[in-house]
């Protein structure tokens, strides 16, 4: 019987106890499947005597991460703490320099470090895993790096973040604002240390640059991302939306075009009937065509204890099995530089403006977007008092270069109460 594979699990939080919990339950199924024990060896957290919910007097203890990433007794370090810096990454890289594999949740610390990280991984002959950084329990990691590594990558896109679809889903089942509804998102255990990073769609961002790196065998670059988070959505859009059969999704989109390597994570309408726009609650949904295999689809749970511990387990149990893939699906000294393009598919976009009421406010909205060679589809005016006018404007296909150069237009006429708010309907 091969030797058991030992652990050492960094972070006892929402991740780590489900982990902790699958290790407990399935003991005998994960090693039937594998062929070898998966045993505990020692764990870290910041408070040693808070109850989890889980016995843990029988694993060894450390205060200190790093000290339990270089532990003998340890074959694979599991980072479960979060945060792009600090002892994640320091206990990471000690890790690695102690002949450790690593598997990991955190998408932050690799958007930022992957690229280094993985070199010194690989440079050691090192695994670092990171199934459950990208969209929770989904192996769209997996799907990418083995399942589809047959096809050139033409464009991955899709909705990674529960906390904001969670959010923008039940803005409009219960009619709360997005700030009512945080406390259910962190009760159901989806938010980020920082909820900023989930609401400002850098959560997502960073989910989206690891994934367009395996695409398109890229180093990662989580700042050529163009980004917009949810914070400026309001109840009023999300009703403009449906009025118009849309919903909107917090949507990240990856391809290699002519002009280099698309990256973007925005809020975007999206026709309430496809499958985008059927997404609910939690549930996450990457969709990635291949030249050879077409369209796949791929949805379920993205946050939460059980489905992101499961993408922990699978990262775990492939080690033990002796699969070892590179970080990124390639070596990574051989991911290169993408040049960042602007999205280039040409588009409708929702416009919602708060307008001063007064004779001629929207000739010179009208007139902007005119001169940046917008034109308008439809446009309401609608229930206004004697100062001020909600004005929204659906505008025929144009392209990010317009519509920026009309945003920076508006700018410059005295009508306006508030900045703009500029949404894209996207079309599937
Ligand atoms: P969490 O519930 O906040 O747990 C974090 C854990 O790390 C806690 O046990 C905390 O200790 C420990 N910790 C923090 N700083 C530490 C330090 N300096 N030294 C030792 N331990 C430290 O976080 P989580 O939701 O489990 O997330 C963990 C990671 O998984 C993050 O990278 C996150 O982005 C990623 N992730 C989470 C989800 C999800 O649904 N939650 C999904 C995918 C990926 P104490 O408990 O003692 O405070
Ligand atoms: N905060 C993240 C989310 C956790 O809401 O999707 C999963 O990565």
Not at 35 to 63: C, F, Q
Not at 131 to 151: R, S
Not at 250 to 260: E, Y
Not at 358 to 385: C, F, N, T, W
Request: charge should be negative; charged fraction near 20%.
């Amino acid at each position: 019987m091969p030797d058991p594979l030992r652990l050492g699990i960094a972070g006892l939080g929402t991740v780590g106890i489900g982990v902790v919990k699958i290790i407990r339950q399935h003991a005998a199924v994960l090693e039937a499947r594998t062929g070898r024990k998966i045993e505990i060896s020692a764990v870290s957290a910041r408070s040693k005597d808070k109850d989890r919910g889980v016995p843990l007097t029988s694993y060894g203890w450390e205060d200190d991460p790093v000290a339990l990433a270089t532990r003998d007794d340890v074959d694979v370090f599991v980072e479960l703490m979060g945060g792009s810096d600090g002892p994640a990454k320091a206990a990471t890289e000690a890790a690695i320099a102690a002949g450790k594999d690593v598997v990991t949740a955190n998408k932050a610390m690799l958007a930022l470090y992957g690229q280094p990280l993985a070199e010194q991984a690989e440079n050691a002959g090192r695994v670092i895993r990171f199934e459950a950084a990208v969209a929770g329990g989904i192996p769209v990691v997996k799907a990418l790096t083995e399942g589809l590594a047959g096809n050139e990558i033409q464009r991955v896109m899709g909705v990674m973040n529960g906390t904001c679809n969670y959010i923008l889903t039940q803005m409009q089942d219960t009619r709360q604002g997005y700030n009512a509804l945080f406390a259910e998102a962190d009760k159901l255990g989806y938010l980020e240390a920082d909820p900023n990073l989930d609401v400002g769609g850098i959560d997502a961002g960073h989910k989206l640059a690891l994934l367009a790196s395996i695409a398109f065998g890229t180093q990662v670059d989580f700042d050529a991302i163009e980004l917009e988070g949810i914070q400026n959505i309001t109840l009023e859009d999300i009703d403009a939306a449906q009025d118009m059969g849309y919903k909107i999704k917090l949507l990240g989109v990856t391809q290699m075009t002519g002009r280099g390597l698309e990256q973007r994570m925005s809020p975007c309408l999206v026709p309430d009937s496809s499958p985008l726009g059927q997404l609910d609650g939690g549930t996450n949904m990457v969709v990635i065509e291949g030249d050879q295999v077409g369209q796949i689809v791929l949805r379920g749970a993205g946050a939460g204890e059980g489905p992101t511990a499961s993408a922990v387990m699978s990262d775990i149990l492939d080690i033990a099995r002796g699969i070892r893939v590179s970080t990124f699906g390639q070596p990574a000294n051989t991911l290169v530089t993408a040049k960042p393009a602007k999205a280039t598919t040409p588009a409708p976009y929702y416009l919602r403006m708060m307008l001063q009421d007064k004779p001629g406010a929207l000739a010179k909205v009208a007139s902007v977007l005119g001169e940046a060679g917008i034109s308008i589809d439809r446009m309401r005016q609608y229930g206004h008092d004697n100062t001020s006018a909600p004005v929204l404007i659906v505008t025929h296909k144009t392209t990010r270069d317009s519509l920026d150069t009309a945003l920076k237009g508006f700018e410059t006429i005295d009508v306006m109460e508030t900045a703009p708010v500029a949404i894209r309907i996207e079309q599937l």
